[in-house]
């Protein structure tokens, strides 16, 4: 008896959704593969993105009056936030699109490496929402603390990228094996 994917029979593991494709190894056994840095930069752009929606400002009236809130795509000093926010959805993307896809990226971004132009964005997303948190440091909510810890989670992850690269490490270990000892 033969199920609806061509080629494959009944019990052989592949979805409905997997037709016409070969099995290939689960994103979540990828996502063991990823070095801790990239692991560093997905889990903080992800929650920076979320962060984007707490209260980073607030204003309690007391009493009738219900409480004023302003998140983080909302003024004031919207723009550095949401740059910084939008900085951490493009590192994870591509962090996304070099590890789980087949995407061809080049190796370089210009005369810059990856790992430099990881480091790079995470201290620029660090700076933009410290320069939000500084010129606006009235009514502060947690929401605003939150964002600058998930962004120096993007500066820390691109820094470990950077530090393993200039090592020569790869996910899987060193670049070239160790010299046979005598």
């Known amino acids: 008896w033969r199920s609806g994917v061509i080629g ?5 593991g592949l979805r409905g959704g997997d037709r016409g ?5 689960a994103p979540v056994e990828k996502s063991k593969d990823l070095e801790r840095g990239e692991q560093g930069i997905g889990v903080s752009g992800v929650l920076l993105f979320i962060a984007g929606f707490l209260p980073w400002y607030s204003i309690d009236f007391g009493g009738f009056i219900p409480d004023l809130t302003r998140n983080g795509w909302q003024s004031p000093g919207a723009f550095w936030s949401v740059l910084a926010i939008l900085i951490g959805i493009a590192m994870v993307t591509l962090i996304v699109l070099q590890n789980f896809t087949g995407v061809g990226l080049p190796d370089k971004l210009g005369t810059l490496s990856w790992a430099q132009s990881y480091f790079i964005a995470g201290v620029v ?3 933009f929402v410290l320069i939000k948190w500084l010129f606006n440091n009235d009514f502060v909510s947690f929401g605003l603390f939150l964002g600058l810890l998930f962004s120096a989670g993007l500066a820390a992850g691109g820094f470990l990228m950077y530090r393993g690269a200039a090592r020569g490490e790869t996910p899987q270990g060193p670049a070239t094996p160790p010299p046979p000892s005598a």
Not at 8 to 12: F, K, M, S, V
Not at 21 to 25: I, M, N, P
């Open 8 to 12: 494959c029979r009944a019990g052989d």
């Open 21 to 25: 494709r070969t099995r290939t190894e």
């Open 125 to 127: 997303a660090f700076a």
